[in-house]
């Protein structure tokens, strides 16, 4: 190899490491400058979490703003809570003690009259005690847990409603096929059916709650945790949960409730054909009990949940929720009692029995 070859490649060799150590220094000046940020960033977000306290507990308002008739809502809704408990276990027990009443269209009613139990239950003790407490707080595991109960139970209720009305139009519209299509085991997958897709609705909902960030303030204008007061106070963002939950609530009760309506335009066609005046009474009055339970648990439901935006009246929610928790389920044993002629004729069978201990006296 020549001279000239030689110092050719030293120059190659010198200007090769020197661009290899300007290489190295830009890299480690980069790296330097991207820890510098990230460690920036690190500093900013633990001030800010340090400029807030994580929340753990949430204070219930109920209807604080109603101080000197707190006893009084007390004595009102304990008195509510305890004819409605009694009413149903009537029908549950009513149901599952008379062979009269072991048709498709009681044992769903007997469904819907637990369920009506557990969601007044869910909300209802935890009210009376707050209407007697200054201390109205409830943690956030508690109020996740009270919310999943609620509107699973919630959902599965709509689901059976469904259900009943669709019992009404198969015994109506198809009655020699009534006993075929409406057999036991039937029942028993439609019931069970109403239960789990009830529950798994609420799951994701719930999953995306336990996920949210809280870290004040910690007050939540309501009588139970609700959805919508949950979310106004969380840190994180809501909009992707907001738009599930509404989502859910409107294929819940837009399909079951076009479901509803055909049902009962196609069972008002069918009863015009009736040819006895009384036999078209008597179908109209079996469908009245279940259309008014329909009304008054759809109505509410659309008026509280279906309603997008947050700028609704706070105590007029929380009385219409009142009445859907409460009210609903106390009248809906009394609505299916009194118009319904089969029920009425085995409370008079029972009340003989218990009164008159006189076998004679019963059928």
């Known amino acids: 190899m020549s001279a000239g070859t030689r110092d050719k490649a030293v120059i190659a060799m010198k200007y090769s490491k020197g661009q290899r150590k300007r290489t190295m220094s830009f890299l480690e000046s980069l790296a330097l400058d991207v820890m510098h940020i990230l460690g920036c960033h690190i500093e900013w977000a633990s001030s800010a979490v340090g400029n807030y306290s994580i929340v753990r507990e949430f204070v219930l308002l109920g209807f604080s703003h109603l101080h000197e008739f707190q006893v009084l809502l007390f004595a009102l809704i304990l008195l509510i809570y305890v004819l409605t408990l009694l009413g149903n276990l009537a029908i549950i027990s009513l149901t599952c003690l008379d062979s009269h009443l072991h048709l498709p269209m009681y044992f769903f009613l007997c469904d819907l009259s637990l ?30 847990i009270q919310s999943f109960f609620y509107f699973s139970l919630g959902s599965a209720n709509i689901l059976i409603l469904t259900v009943m009305v669709f019992d009404h139009y198969v015994a109506i519209c198809r009655p020699l096929h009534y006993p075929t299509i409406m057999n036991g085991s039937v029942c028993v997958k439609l019931v069970v059916a109403c239960w789990v897709v009830g529950f798994l609705s609420i799951v994701s909902p719930t999953m995306q709650k336990i996920q949210l ?12 945790c609700d959805s919508a007061p949950l979310l106004k106070l969380a840190c994180s963002d809501t909009h992707h949960i907001e738009c599930m939950v509404l989502f859910l609530s409107l294929l819940f009760v837009l399909t079951t409730m076009l479901l509803i309506i055909l049902s009962y335009v196609l069972i008002v066609a069918a009863v015009l054909y009736i040819p006895s005046s009384s036999g078209r009474q008597k179908a109209f009055s079996t469908c009245a009990s279940n259309l008014t339970v329909v009304v008054l648990g759809y109505g509410s439901a659309i008026f509280i949940y279906m309603r997008p935006g947050k700028g609704h ?14 009210v609903t389920s106390f009248l809906n044993p009394f609505i299916f009692t009194f118009r319904n002629e089969k029920v ?11 009164f008159l201990r006189d076998p004679a006296a019963c059928r």
Do not use: Q
């Not at 960030?213 to 139970?224: E, S, T």
């Not at 009246?313 to 409460?326: E, Q, R």
């Not at 004729?345 to 218990?354: A, G, L, R, S, W």
């Open 213 to 224: 960030w809280f870290c004040g303030p910690n007050i939540i204008d309501n009588y139970f």
């Open 344 to 354: 009425k004729e085995v409370i008079e069978d029972v009340t003989k029995k218990i």
């Open 313 to 326: 009246s706070t105590h007029l929610n929380k009385v219409v929720a009142l009445v859907t928790a409460v």
């Open 115 to 144: 369920m009506e139990m557990l969601v007044t239950s869910t909300v209802v003790p935890r009210m009376l005690a707050d209407l007697l407490s200054t201390h109205k707080t409830m943690s956030l595991a508690e109020c996740l």
